[in-house]
């Protein structure tokens, strides 16, 4: 299981810090990331980290998000900064293994950033 929290209502400029815990069946050397829907939107991803610690960005939040994780807490954060109305969305958290089963979601943490 994935249990995101930090999401809620921020001004445009602002920051948040998002957290997802996994637990129950945890591969360490899982990918985490985040990912997020905007509503009328399909979900895209934000950020990834390997369990070795090599990130991935989307354009659009370089230099403005950072992924980080904890592997002795299996928790994996995501910095925000300067955020924009376009980056309210629901975000979700995400553990897998490229080309494996190993796929699961947390429930969604709400990010609303006014202008």
């Known amino acids: 299981q994935l249990q995101a929290s930090g999401g809620g209502l921020v001004q445009a400029g602002g920051s948040l810090r998002l957290s997802c815990a996994a637990s129950g069946r945890i591969i360490t050397r899982n990918v985490m990331g985040w990912y997020r829907q905007a509503p009328g939107e399909q979900r895209e991803l934000v950020a990834t980290i390997t369990s070795g610690g090599t990130t991935r960005y989307a354009d659009s939040v370089e230099d403005r998000f950072t992924i980080s994780r904890d592997n002795r807490r299996n928790t994996v954060y995501l910095q925000m900064e300067s955020l924009k109305p376009e980056d309210t969305a629901v975000y979700y958290c995400?553990?897998?293994?490229?080309?494996?089963?190993?796929?699961?979601w947390g429930q969604g943490t709400l990010v609303t950033v006014s202008s």
């Open positions: 995400r553990a897998y293994l490229p080309g494996d089963t190993y796929n699961y």
